[in-house]
């Protein structure tokens, strides 16, 4: 049986983290999955995104679904030399060891940092990539089938919504999300990245086409606020589907978000 990790970056999610564990939770039920466990693979548990900072998110969820695995920090946070230099590579056997115990109780593992993307950008690259490339490399030695994926994993697909005219303009002309009605988040939780979403206009029955990724919330300083889904890049009003599908297969490479499986 092959394990499957998910690699994540909280960018943007800072101040609506109970929102995140919602639409996580929904996604990973809709797979006939248990909730998920979330492992902090930060050096430091500090910065602006006040969900994340020391024990803001264990407190969220609560200790049993959150390990903080320091050792598998960037220690390029510390030094300020720049490139990935993993504190003590040998911790990735406790990632795997995790992720084999959360399996046997039907639920998976997400590890994460701040990272928007584990791009591929040499210097610029997440220190997620290289702990893939550790756990990877420790379940071809102890003979365990994994696969690591950014989250929420899963091939591109296709879907529909419906918006009025202004709404309709706003994307064609620069808008970089898709704001939809909270009963629909259990079918976008889970979207995957460069996913092909057709946009009907109510008022006049045009369409549109663009890549986008899975659910987001824009959260409010009065508490409220919706739930979106985040454009890859700006609308094409002329585009066909095929050459957004190709579009799509481009970014997801260049950004790090296929699967990798050990051989």
Not at 56 to 74: H, K, S, T
Not at 116 to 132: N, Q, V
Not at 155 to 168: G, H, L, N, Q, Y
């Amino acid at each position: 049986m092959t394990i499957t990790l998910f690699s994540w970056g909280y960018w943007g999610w800072g101040n609506a983290t109970e929102r995140l564990v919602e639409a996580v939770d929904k996604a990973e039920k809709s797979r006939e999955f248990c909730p998920p466990l979330f492992v902090d693979a930060r050096l430091r548990r500090q910065g602006r995104a006040k969900g994340f900072v020391g024990n803001a998110f264990r407190d969220l969820v609560g200790p049993l679904r959150y390990r903080w695995i320091q050792d598998l920090g960037n220690l390029a946070i510390a030094t300020g030399i720049g490139g990935v230099q993993i504190k003590n590579p040998a911790a990735v056997t406790e990632l795997v060891d995790l992720a084999l115990h959360a399996a046997d109780e039907h639920r998976r593992v997400i590890f994460y940092c701040a990272c928007e993307f584990p791009s591929l950008d040499g210097a610029l690259a997440c220190h997620r990539r290289t702990i893939a490339d550790l756990l990877l490399a420790h379940a071809e030695k102890i003979g365990r089938s994994i696969s690591v994926v950014e989250w929420p994993g899963r091939a591109p697909t296709e879907t529909r919504i419906s918006v009025d005219k202004k709404m309709f303009t706003a994307i064609m002309h620069g808008c970089m999300s898709v704001p939809f009605a909270a009963e629909r988040l259990p079918a976008f939780a889970a979207l995957p990245w460069a996913s092909m979403l057709t946009i009907e206009c109510d008022d006049d029955g045009r369409t549109g086409i663009v890549a986008v990724g899975p659910a987001r919330f824009s959260a409010s300083n009065n508490g409220t606020g919706f739930w979106y889904l985040p454009l890859i890049e700006p609308a094409d009003p002329g585009a066909t589907m095929e050459a957004s599908l190709r579009r799509g297969v481009n970014w997801r490479e260049a950004h790090g978000v296929n699967e990798r499986r050990t051989s």
